[in-house]
């Protein structure tokens, strides 16, 4: 009797999956859906080629950066825009988090930590900074990366947690101003500079001082580029 041929490897699927999340997020990222427009499951897979199930795995990982919100027996929508007092209050928080576990990071940083930091800062330097999200998705991951790591590395679990909670509000604060490519990166990476040196000085007081001098710098960028956000620009975080 000649053997059953094996199922198809999980690799695969997970590729699969991969490519439509990669798909979707990049069809969101620029501008192809408005705020509050509401998306098919069925329509979108159509599209695509696929089935739904990968479709709808797919919105379930873009759901947690906050760019898309589930309506109850309805399915998926394009989430809107921060309000500006969302995003005054979105920063404030990140001061409140970000720099305190700047400063707790400053006291227990080892050199995997510092290394792994200024290869963000590198990575951020040689990615392409738009205009469309396949050009600076490789700076955004850096970037969004550095402050998972730096958060994490405060040593308080719960602390890390919140980030993580707030990091999905960060992405719709960063993500949804989008069209001409990131417009800030030189200031960001010169940021993210001063960060790893008051971390390698192991200087608490300075490393929280340099994030909050980068999260203010921030904040008024992004008051500057909602004035021009109708022809699209994408700030760091």
């Not at 479709?55 to 809107?80: D, N």
């Not at 080892?110 to 205009?131: F, I, N």
């Not at 800030?184 to 010169?190: F, L, P, Q, T, W």
């Not at 008051?198 to 001082?209: G, N």
């Amino acid at each position: 009797m000649t053997p059953r041929s094996v199922p198809p490897s999980r690799p695969a699927r997970e590729s699969l999956a991969d490519s439509v999340h990669a798909s979707l997020l990049a069809w969101l990222m620029d501008g192809n859906a408005r705020p509050g427009e509401s998306l098919s499951i069925d329509g979108l897979a159509r599209t695509l080629g696929v089935s739904p199930t990968p479709v709808r795995e797919a919105m379930a990982r873009i759901e947690g950066t906050g760019l898309v919100e589930r309506v109850a027996m309805r399915g998926y929508r394009v989430a809107g825009l921060l309000s500006p007092r969302e995003v005054e209050e979105l920063m404030d928080a990140r001061l409140l988090l970000e720099c305190h576990n700047a400063a707790a990071a400053a006291a227990r940083v080892d050199e995997d930590l510092l290394d792994r930091l200024a290869d963000t800062v590198r990575r951020m330097e040689e990615a392409p900074k738009g205009p469309s999200f396949a050009d600076y998705q490789d700076y955004h991951r850096a970037d969004n990366e550095f402050h998972r790591l730096l958060n994490r590395a405060g040593g308080n679990t719960f602390l890390a947690e919140a980030f993580e909670a707030l990091n999905g509000q960060v992405q719709r604060f960063r993500l949804r101003l989008v069209g001409d490519g990131v417009t800030d990166a030189e200031m960001a990476i010169v940021e993210h500079g001063a960060l790893v040196r008051a971390l390698r000085a192991r200087d608490a007081a300075a490393a929280a001082e340099r994030m909050r001098e980068h999260l203010e710098a921030v904040r008024a960028r992004a008051i500057a580029d909602s004035a021009a956000v109708g022809h699209g620009s994408a700030t760091g975080s």
